[in-house]
């Protein structure tokens, strides 16, 4: 497993011939652990995804470093995988050889690639449709796919940009359950992308909540909460209500500099 380094990190867009400079986010410090499952909550356009992005490898900050085990992150790379809000899911591939192809590149056997293709897609309860075609998945399946997908490249660090958004309320906790059982099984390092405050003290260790305009980390909360948790617990309720009560004034703020003196909000 791998420790990521982000320290003193900038993003800003040039923008075009008529529009000036714009910042997404600056002076972003943070680190986190071997095994640690951190999410990076905010409103939209904080720069959450934009700076997933850049652990990934996918974007390049404007200023600052961003280093995996004090090596600079400065494109892709099998150290780490990404699992997007959507699945991308080769139409064309079953469900086995979707997982498989990522693994070209790892110069294994046919036999090795079967093997670990198999072991990854029953971790995550699907080994009875490792023959089934994309469009005959659910959503939540096809997301379960993606993550098989990405684990199966064995990666150091697993970087998840709301990979739960688009689906129900249902499947989003069966998946919940499925990833902290995984996380505690492989102790990947998890970057985890959400909007969702239950979901990020569900599954977090630590919870790093971003403002906006230019992005910023407001505060970090330490998730002391015994695992599996549940919503109802005074401890979970409480913290709940403490990111609420921040992140609410960060989306007053957003919509007040978006709608000018038509925004009623507090």
Avoid at 2 to 17: L, M, Q
Avoid at 119 to 137: D, Y
Avoid at 166 to 186: F, G, K, N, P, Y
């Amino acid at each position: 497993m791998a420790d990521v380094d982000i320290v003193n990190v900038e993003k800003t867009f040039s923008g075009g011939k008529e529009d000036s400079p714009f910042t997404v986010f600056q002076d972003v410090n943070l680190s986190v652990d071997s095994g640690e499952f951190v999410s990076l909550l905010g409103p939209s356009g904080c720069g959450k995804s934009t700076l997933l992005n850049i652990v990934a490898g996918l974007d390049e900050a404007t200023a600052g470093k961003v280093t995996s085990d004090d090596k600079a992150i400065v494109k892709p790379g099998p150290d780490r995988g990404v699992v997007f809000q959507e699945p991308a899911l080769m139409p064309w591939l079953n469900v086995k050889e979707n997982v498989k192809f990522g693994l070209k590149k790892h110069k294994l056997s046919k036999e090795e690639a079967e093997d670990r293709a198999v072991h990854f897609l029953k971790l995550v309860h699907l080994g009875k449709f490792m023959n089934a075609f994309p469009h005959e998945l659910s959503g939540g399946m096809k997301q379960r796919v993606a993550i098989a997908r990405a684990l199966a490249m064995n990666p150091d660090v697993l970087l998840m940009d709301e990979p739960f958004g688009a689906l129900d309320e249902q499947t989003r906790s069966m998946l919940h359950e499925e990833v902290q059982s995984i996380w505690e099984e492989t102790k990947k390092t998890i970057l985890f992308v959400t909007h969702n405050i239950r979901e990020a003290i569900l599954l977090s260790d630590r919870i790093v909540l971003m403002g906006t305009r230019p992005g910023r980390i407001m505060e970090v909360f330490d998730v002391n909460i015994e695992r599996p948790r549940k919503t109802s617990d005074p401890d979970f309720i409480t913290l709940e209500e403490r990111i609420n009560d921040q992140l609410k004034g960060e989306i007053h703020k957003v919509m007040r500099e978006e709608m000018g003196d038509g925004y009623g909000g507090a």
